[in-house]
């Protein structure tokens, strides 16, 4: 077995991977030792497949398209350059990265994971902590779309999570779930504490054509919600979106402009006692709290979200609502979102087709 040997004790965290100094965490890190010998606590993943979250593919795929025409090489060629550059996939101007599929080939002895060689796991922590080396120059992949086959390794640390892939979903499936598994378990826990609490609430959605949007608006009916609308920019989504069934409501409005998203919400029902932030773009911040009742909860999920600026706008808007940042995990959210893939076919519809778009 290939496990240091060295006299430096490793940390559950990570620190021991970081090349930075002063020493930070791995995710705030700069750079990451991604050697594949193990410190007895971590465990060596095989990879076969990237999904790059979402916010960091538009902004790749933003920056290399030029007249309506899509640089897939010159994304991959990026992609490739950060982690060699990084030894993680971390974009540099989103700060986010996204999650893997592979194959357990190493685990260390003092490894608390529970995995074993063989495994076929997908990781529930980010990229932007996970050192990363790719061994095939991405030769796979068109650049075009989210998700990345190539061949490499990747470490887990003693704090990092992973799930087994279940056997009866195909593997691109179940990793655009997981990758955004954590909006509808922490969906339900809040619509379950507004229940708890003897009102249903209503909740909104915006994003909710997308993967994370449409498994939050199943997660917030199955919580008992009172009543679901989901917001989405075009006739096209609003579309999608009914024919899933997944919505009381729906709301057609750019999320960018918060007199336009207020007026859709409202006209749908609104506003709502919560709401679930779900696009992949900036500037949704002001809209998201202008659509939320006082005393209300405004959930952000993406990645493109600027925190100040949500905090400030809701200081000058004097509203009174709760903000709470999806970290992406909850306790049993993988399998809580695989279950909602099985059970709801409208949920699953969206996925696939998205999955071939």
Request: charged residues 20%; contains cysteine; hydrophobic residues 45%.
């Amino acid at each position: 077995m290939s496990v240091s040997t060295s006299t430096t004790r490793s940390d559950p965290t990570g620190l021991h991977r970081v090349l930075d100094r002063p020493l930070v965490l791995p995710q705030a890190a700069q750079r990451l030792d991604p050697d594949g010998v193990l410190w007895p606590d971590e465990v060596r993943v095989r990879v076969e497949r990237l999904n790059l979250d979402a916010a960091s593919f538009r902004q790749l795929a933003e920056k290399h398209t030029v007249a309506g025409h899509r640089d897939g090489e010159a994304v991959r060629a990026e992609v490739l350059a950060i982690v060699t550059a990084r030894g993680k996939m971390q974009n540099p101007v989103t700060g986010s990265g996204g999650m893997l599929v592979g194959t357990v080939e190493e685990v260390g002895p003092e490894s608390p994971l529970g995995l074993v060689v063989g495994d076929r796991v997908a990781t529930l922590v980010s990229l932007t902590l996970t050192p990363l080396v790719i061994d095939d120059a991405l030769s796979s992949w068109d650049g075009l779309t989210e998700q990345v086959p190539c061949s490499g390794h990747a470490v887990l640390f003693g704090r990092s999570i992973a799930a087994r892939l279940p056997e009866d979903l195909p593997v691109a499936l179940s990793l655009s779930v997981m990758d955004v598994c954590g909006a509808p378990a922490l969906t339900a826990r809040v619509v379950e504490e507004y229940v708890e609490r003897g009102r249903a609430p209503v909740v909104a959605v915006i994003g909710g054509a997308g993967k994370s949007g449409s498994l939050s608006l199943a997660a917030a009916r199955r919580a008992a919600a009172a009543s679901t609308i989901g917001v989405v920019p075009h006739q096209g989504e609003a579309e999608l979106l009914r024919a899933a069934g997944l919505s009381d409501h729906v709301a057609i409005a750019d999320a960018r402009d918060p007199i336009a998203l207020r007026e859709a919400v409202t006209s749908a029902g609104g506003p709502a006692d919560v709401t679930v932030v779900c696009v992949d773009v900036p500037g949704c911040e002001g809209g998201a709290v202008l659509v939320t009742a006082d005393r209300g909860t405004v959930i952000f999920f993406s990645m493109a979200t600027s925190f100040s600026s949500a905090a400030l706008g809701a200081e000058g808007l004097a509203a009174d609502v709760r903000m709470l940042v999806g970290n992406g995990y909850v306790p049993g959210h993988a399998a809580y979102a695989l279950e909602l893939l099985r059970d709801d076919q409208g949920v699953r519809g969206l996925f696939e087709r998205r999955l071939h778009e």
